[in-house]
């Protein structure tokens, strides 16, 4: 199982980015999670393999949503009205539970940046 973000940079305050995540040969859950400097990983956003079980996290919640393209095998994080204490590394995981716990997760991309200023 491989997975891949993309969609990370830089924006200004207020701006939107979305990042996909493309996972290879994997029809689990699939979670998007969030380390700044310094910070625990949080988890922003879990979606169940049918993509009609998708919630975000309150700390995002209005300005966030995660979708699923199942026939491309790819997540969205749709991210708008960014804020500067959005900026981290954002990474997509794979597991067959949908949970906000990382450790779950059996499988996880090389993570992708968002910085907002």
């Known amino acids: 199982v491989q997975l891949v973000e993309s969609g990370g940079g830089s924006v200004q305050a207020g701006g939107s980015l979305r990042l996909s995540c493309v996972a290879s040969?994997?029809?689990?859950?699939i979670g998007w999670f969030r380390q700044g400097p310094g910070k625990e990983r949080e988890g922003v956003g879990v979606?169940?393999?049918?993509?009609?079980?998708?919630h975000v996290s309150d700390s995002v919640k209005g300005r966030f949503t995660i979708s699923r393209d199942k026939g491309k095998s790819t997540t969205y994080l749709q991210m708008n009205s960014l804020k500067p204490e959005d900026t981290a590394m954002y990474y997509c995981?794979?597991?067959?539970?949908?949970?906000?716990?990382?450790?779950?997760?059996?499988?996880w991309g090389q993570g992708t940046q968002v910085t907002v200023s």
């Open positions: 040969g994997y029809a689990y859950c």
């Open positions: 995981a794979a597991g067959p539970f949908c949970t906000w716990r990382p450790d779950v997760y059996d499988y």
């Open positions: 979606i169940n393999p049918g993509g009609s079980g998708a």
